[in-house]
Structures are given as C-alpha cells and as structure tokens.
C-alpha cells in the first residue's frame, strides 16, 4: 500500500473525530496499541534527540522498504508515532522523501494542538525517519 493510500486512509479515519478531545483519545488508543521495542533497542544509539519525552526509533531495510519501528515514554509521543509507523514503515525510501507528513498532520488536525515542545519532538521524529531513507536510498 502506497503512502498516499495510507495517508488517505488516515485522513477518512481521523475525519469522524469531531474535536480535539476525540482526536487525543484516539491518538491514545493509538499510543497503547504501538509495540514495544525490545529493551536492548532502548539505547543512546537509537534514542531520538529533540524530544522532551523519551524516543528511541529503530529503522531497518528490508527488500528495498524502510521499516520503522519506535518508542516513547509518554502516551501522546506513542500515539504519533504510531501514525508514522504506520505511513513510513514498509515504504521505498524515495517515497518517504517525497512525502511531506506536516500536511497531513495539520489536515487531520493534530499539528495545530500540539505543544511547542510536542511539536519540536515530531519535527525531530520526522527528521530522523527522512535522514534514515536518505541513508538507505544511498
């Protein structure tokens, strides 16, 4: 399944939460269904910088697709992540790159609410996930 197919497919679901607080409870449900990583994957090496809370993402290449796979701390953290798990994991990284998850953030209304610390953290997952497929499409 294609980026956009997944984008899409995240927007329809995301446009039945009528408000914020729909959308936070979601986005924890989310967060609680996200695996863990195995607790030697909780490293220094994998841990994401620029977050308030504690991240740590793990990305691999398998058949040409990044595979990405990530943790937090902090139940909201967990709920983002599991939307770009979700849109990134399984994808060539070409199309990684060539997708910008700011738009779809703000369309399903979840950028405008975050805090400034929230957010930062999510440009910092972002930025990790395009400077992994940048590695991998090398």
């Known amino acids: 399944m294609s980026i956009?197919?997944?984008a899409a497919e995240i927007r329809e679901e995301f446009s039945w939460l009528e408000d914020w607080e729909a959308r936070y409870?979601?986005?924890?449900?989310?967060?609680?269904?996200?695996?863990?990583?195995?607790?030697?994957?909780?490293?220094?090496?994998?841990?994401?910088?620029?977050?308030?809370?504690?991240?740590w993402m793990v990305t691999d290449v398998e058949n040409g697709a990044l595979t990405v796979r990530?943790?937090?701390d902090a139940i909201i953290v967990s709920?983002?992540?599991?939307?770009?798990?979700?849109?990134?994991?399984?994808?060539?990284?070409?199309?990684?790159?060539?997708?910008?998850a700011h738009t779809l953030l703000d369309q399903i209304g979840v950028s405008g609410a975050l805090t400034a610390q929230r957010s930062n953290g999510l440009a910092s997952m972002l930025a990790r996930i395009r400077a992994d497929a940048l590695v991998a499409a090398a």
């Open 25 to 55: 409870a979601h986005l924890i449900d989310l967060g609680k269904a996200n695996p863990p990583l195995a607790p030697d994957e909780r490293s220094e090496e994998t841990r994401v910088r620029g977050c308030a809370s504690q991240v």
């Open 79 to 100: 709920g983002l992540i599991a939307l770009l798990v979700r849109l990134y994991s399984g994808e060539p990284p070409a199309d990684i790159l060539g997708f910008d």
């Open 4 to 6: 956009e197919t997944k």
């Open 70 to 72: 990530a943790e937090s």
